[in-house]
């Protein structure tokens, strides 16, 4: 296993106890950069583009759905945070590609 997926990983298991609940100090700040380091590596910038757009689309959908609802929607909207701040350093990283000699 590589470093990305490693990070992917643990972004997606903070992600996924933020979204039920779990109390994590500072988990904004832990999603965020756990996402920019998932996106840093990323392999897939394509992927990682159109998921992060799709997640952000079906976030708040999903609230309808009886008993776990809430839960769903706070996971997908913890893993759109994930999807966002990998997206934006993936594209700062194309951005540097591009305009270095």
């Excluded at 009886?66 to 769903?72: H, K, N, R, S």
């Amino acid at each position: 296993m590589n470093v990305g997926k490693i990070v992917t990983q643990l972004a997606v298991l903070a992600a996924v106890l933020v979204g039920v609940g779990v109390p994590i100090p500072e988990a904004g700040i832990v999603i965020a950069v756990l996402g920019g380091v998932a996106g840093y590596y990323s392999e897939d910038r394509q992927g990682l583009l159109i998921g992060a757009i799709a997640l952000s689309i079906v976030a708040g959908g999903l609230g309808a759905i009886p008993a776990v609802g809430g839960y769903i929607t706070g996971i997908v909207e913890a893993l759109a945070d994930v999807a966002a701040a990998g997206a934006v350093v993936s594209l700062l990283v194309a951005t540097f590609e591009k305009v270095k000699p």
